[in-house]
């Protein structure tokens, strides 16, 4: 049986590793190529300048990625995979920007998958969650938020690069969603207290 997971770690070293690897490794291995491949010599001059150039390009595509949750994709989905060898019942979950969140209602019990630490299925009781609440707004989407340990976890049901009429039906399906979530985080909570 998994234990309970003693302290939430949204960043784990795997994405660290991923993020430095690629940030750095990138530009210097596309550098040296363009640098070993070129038809003069060697010259460090134009090197660390290639450095700089393709760094910052690969940079501006790893915060992109990063911040649309892309970047770890594939290891969250392979490890979201083990989920149903754990013994609990998660009968919700959702899947916002890379994370995933499960809730076992009867249980008591939920899971979560970061994005920034896609290689451990993270199990909490649900009585160490508070202010499960829906946060609309026109700018900047619509979420559920609810603090875990003291750490703010947002879950995204609507994002959007332009601004939204929450009235619409896609804004209101997105308000809904978001409400049906505090409500299972709600009544999961009640079921961890009352163990």
Request: glycine content about 8%; overall charge positive.
């Amino acid at each position: 049986m998994k234990e309970e997971t003693a302290k939430l770690k949204k960043f784990g070293s795997f994405f660290w590793l991923l993020l430095l690897g690629l940030g750095i490794g990138a530009p210097v291995i596309i550098s040296l190529a363009i640098c070993l491949f070129s038809e003069g010599p060697f010259r460090l001059d134009v090197f660390l300048p290639l450095i700089f150039v393709f760094g910052f390009l690969v940079w501006m595509v790893l915060l992109m990625l990063i911040g649309y949750g892309s970047l770890t994709r594939i290891f969250v989905n392979r490890t979201a995979q083990k989920v149903e060898a754990l013994p609990y019942c998660f009968n919700s979950s959702f899947t916002s920007r890379g994370n995933i969140l499960y809730i076992d209602v009867e249980g008591g019990m939920i899971g979560y998958i970061s994005a920034y630490n896609p290689m451990e299925i993270q199990v909490f009781s649900a009585s160490r969650i508070e202010r499960p609440e829906t946060v609309a707004s026109t700018m900047t989407g619509v979420r559920f938020v609810f603090y875990l340990d003291g750490k703010k976890m947002t879950i995204y049901t609507l994002i959007s690069n332009r601004a939204v009429n929450l009235k619409s039906g896609m804004g209101a399906e997105a308000i809904s969603k978001a409400d049906t979530f505090v409500e299972l985080l709600q009544a999961a909570k009640r079921n961890a207290e009352g163990r």
